[in-house]
Structures are given as C-alpha cells and as structure tokens.
Nanobody
Framework: QVQLVESGGGLVQAGDSLRLSCAASGGTFSVRGMGWFRQAPGKEREFVAS????????NYRESVKGRFTISRDNTKNTVYLQMNSLKPEDTAIYYC??????????????????WGQGTQVTVSS
C-alpha cells in the first residue's frame, strides 16, 4: 500500500492559482499511475486528472483542460496539480490517489487503490 498526503489547498479568489502536492511513501510510487479527484458538497466524487507511471501520458476532465496541469517527480515521490484560472465551481475537497502498478493514468476511481485524506480548495467569486 502507498500512503498519500496532500497539501497546498486553501481559499483563493476566482482567477487565482494554486498548486497541490501529494507526497507518497511506503510503496512503489515510481511504477504507479497517479490521479487527482475532487468532491464538492452534495456531489459525487469526480475525476480531475491523472498521469501515467512514467509521466508521459496525462488525462484531464474536460472542464479543467487548459487550466490544470498534472505532473510528477519520481525522485521526490510527489505528484502535483497546478491549477490556474480557478473558478468557483472548482471548489471541492481534492484527493490524490495511486493507481495499480504500471498504470497509465486511468480516469476511473475503481482503478485507484490508495487515497489521501484530501485537501480543501475554496474559490470565491
């Protein structure tokens, strides 16, 4: 199992930027796909972005394309989510998740076996 700890959330205004980080320990980070999901109050958890274990393949939900960028540093066992041009509808708890070994960056929550505790992102209008 991989242990995941997110950081970097906060309260920002619309149009601002935030960078979320997710530090992994206790497992084979460098050979796992990684993903970010989010859950807003009263809504289902939804996929945001994912990246393959080697970093060469990324996937994004349509509403964040061009604004969010997922990246990873396998030397630091960390995955990042750079969020630009934030909108109030991006407000949610953001969760980092680790996919199966040699994952290519799935968009399906069921493919991810380890989850962090989440970090709150609030965007005011």
């Amino acid at each position: 199992q991989v242990q995941l700890v997110e950081s970097g959330g906060g309260l920002v205004q619309a149009g601002d930027s935030l960078r979320l980080s997710c530090a992994a320990s206790g497992g084979t980070f460098s050979v796992r796909g990684m993903g970010w999901f989010r859950q807003a109050p009263g809504k289902e958890r939804e996929f945001v972005a994912s990246i393959s274990y080697g970093g060469g393949r990324t996937n994004y939900r349509e509403s964040v394309k061009g604004r969010f960028t997922i990246s990873r540093d396998n030397t630091k066992n960390t995955v990042y989510l750079q969020m630009n041009s934030l909108k109030p509808e991006d407000t949610a708890i953001y969760y980092c998740a680790a996919e199966k070994i040699y994952g290519l960056g799935s968009g399906t929550a069921a493919d991810f076996g380890s989850w962090g505790q989440g970090t709150q992102v609030t965007v005011s209008s």
